[in-house]
């Protein structure tokens, strides 16, 4: 019953953030902070991560093929393979989900314990489109960041390639260009943008509708990854299913 | 002026509200007081509109609540001003700022004017220097100066504080209740303040509701409140020690 709840809640809650708007002198603003906090704020840690897991991606890809008859521009298929069809949407947004949705449920979860919802409500504003919808405009340039995981990643991938000798550079972007099917791309960006409506709504309702103290904001924070990161998967799965199987 | 006409609220089967009256004159200062557990956060709660009683309305100068459209509700509620009981500022905000916020909000005055108005009333409340402060960085007794001064910044035909006198010192409390005081009086607001502090209760509470277990138990004035015979109340007040005093010279007195 608590879950039937909760999707009820969460479904409601994405209605209010469309009702009512802010003042649009006042939401550019807050969307621009949150700009600042959830994108750029974010651009170190997904750089370092895309360009050494597209490192990792390629020495394994590379030592796991023995077998002569098969072409060395594999590596760079593969690597990019990976990464634009999983790594980069899918894996950027689990680790995205602990970083940018930890601090979304912590920060709104703050200000429920400490009555600045309660305040914002008392003077008349939709507390919900006020701080939710200026999440959920910011993660709209997800797919920015994930357009540099994606090219971070492969140039990690021909670093490994270069640094570990394990072919040479103009087989790696053979492979790279090998059988490039456009619709991977939008494959891709498309899962970005579901996943950045998740990275901002579930955090959010977590951190809106929680109750009680300090200790409580701590264990929404954690619900919150664990539910954003179970959502990314199953809706991973399923828009895998209807987009990609013939 | 508020008319509260008996109104009722559960929660589940808790009943918590059991048919309360009674009227808030505007420029007075009226305190709801009464044990924790009485009612006080949620008659607070639906007079701010938060919570909605099951019966009973409430009547906000001739305007009944219960027929307000959605657009008038929220018109109303940008007349209401409340002081919280942790202030509740935004953190995110210098002070000016958030003295500014209910302006952004709500009017379409320039950032000039708005800024004006912000420093007037920040002067109102002695804090000409703390605009460019964070919230973190002041004192309990600044925080709730700051929490005022936003509540008044719109002009509220209704202020309402909840425990504004909660973790401060005597002395910073007595200055809070004066200034809640004159600013109601100044501005002809109708004010309703949340206590369980006597001292505040004596100091400003031109009216008083006492509740007990969702019942409005007694009603009166600090200058009534020591001569009446409620058990309820005297248990109440009298249960520290200095009014207990206060009380024995009174009768003394008296006699």
């Excluded at chain 1, 019953?1 to 009702?19: A, E, P, V, W």
């Excluded at chain 1, 008859?69 to 950027?92: D, M, V, W």
Aim: a neutral charge; glycine letters at 8%.
């Amino acid at each position: 019953m608590t879950y039937l709840h909760n999707i009820g809640t969460y479904f409601m809650m994405i209605g209010q953030m469309f009702h009512k708007p802010t003042k649009w002198s006042v939401m550019r603003r807050l969307v621009f902070k949150d700009i600042e906090d959830l994108i750029i704020g974010s651009l170190g840690i997904v750089s370092f991560i895309s360009f050494f897991v597209g490192g990792v991606v390629t020495i394994q890809t590379a030592l796991n093929i023995d077998n002569p008859l098969i072409p060395k521009s594999l590596i760079g298929f593969a690597t990019r393979q990976s990464i634009i069809l999983e790594f980069a949407p899918t894996f950027i947004s689990i680790i995205m989900a602990g970083k940018v949705g930890s601090y979304i449920t912590s920060s709104i979860g703050t200000m429920r314990v400490t009555e600045q919802i309660d305040a914002l409500e008392v003077m008349g504003i939709n507390a919900v489109n006020y701080l939710v919808f200026p999440k959920f405009v910011a993660l709209m340039l997800y797919p920015f960041v994930i357009s540099i995981a994606m090219f971070l990643g492969i140039v990690g991938g021909l670093a490994a390639v270069i640094f570990g000798d394990f072919g040479t550079v103009d087989d790696f972007i053979t492979g790279v260009q090998l059988d490039f099917i456009p619709f991977h791309i939008f494959y891709a960006f498309l899962k970005t943008i579901v996943f950045a409506f998740v990275l901002a709504t579930i955090p959010s309702f977590y951190g809106f509708y929680m109750k009680g103290g300090a200790l409580e904001v701590g264990k929404a924070s954690t619900t919150s990854f664990v539910w954003t990161s179970v959502v990314i998967i199953l809706l991973n799965y399923i828009l895998t299913q209807l987009l990609l199987s013939t | 002026m508020i008319e509260v006409k008996d109104i009722e609220k559960s929660f589940g089967d808790a009943r918590i509200l059991k048919g309360i009256s009674t009227t808030f004159e505007e420029g007075k200062t009226s305190m709801v007081i009464g044990q924790s557990g009485s009612g006080k956060t949620v008659f607070l709660k639906c007079l701010l509109g938060l919570f909605t009683p099951e019966k009973g309305e409430i009547i906000y100068d001739g305007r009944p609540y219960s027929g307000l459209s959605d657009d008038q509700r929220s018109d109303l509620r940008a007349e209401m001003g409340m002081v919280f009981q942790g202030s509740a500022l935004f953190d995110s905000m210098n002070i000016l700022e958030n003295v500014m916020f209910p302006l952004r909000m709500f009017t379409k005055q320039s950032k000039s004017e708005m800024a004006d108005r912000a420093d007037e009333v920040l002067k109102r409340v002695n804090l000409e220097d703390a605009h460019k402060k964070m919230p973190s960085e002041a004192s309990g007794g600044m925080q709730k100066r700051v929490a005022i001064a936003r509540a008044i910044v719109n002009r509220p035909k209704y202020l309402f504080c909840d425990e504004p006198n909660s973790g401060l010192d005597p002395r910073t409390a007595i200055v809070i209740d004066n200034l809640i005081q004159e600013i109601t009086e100044e501005y002809n607001i109708t004010t309703v303040i949340n206590s369980h502090d006597m001292n505040s209760v004596m100091e400003i509470g031109q009216k008083i509701v006492f509740l007990k277990d969702g019942v409005k138990a007694w009603e009166g004035s600090n200058k009534t409140i020591f001569k009446t015979d409620n058990e309820a109340v005297t248990n109440f007040v009298y249960s520290s020690d200095l009014f207990k005093k206060v009380r024995q010279m009174y009768l003394e007195e008296r006699q």
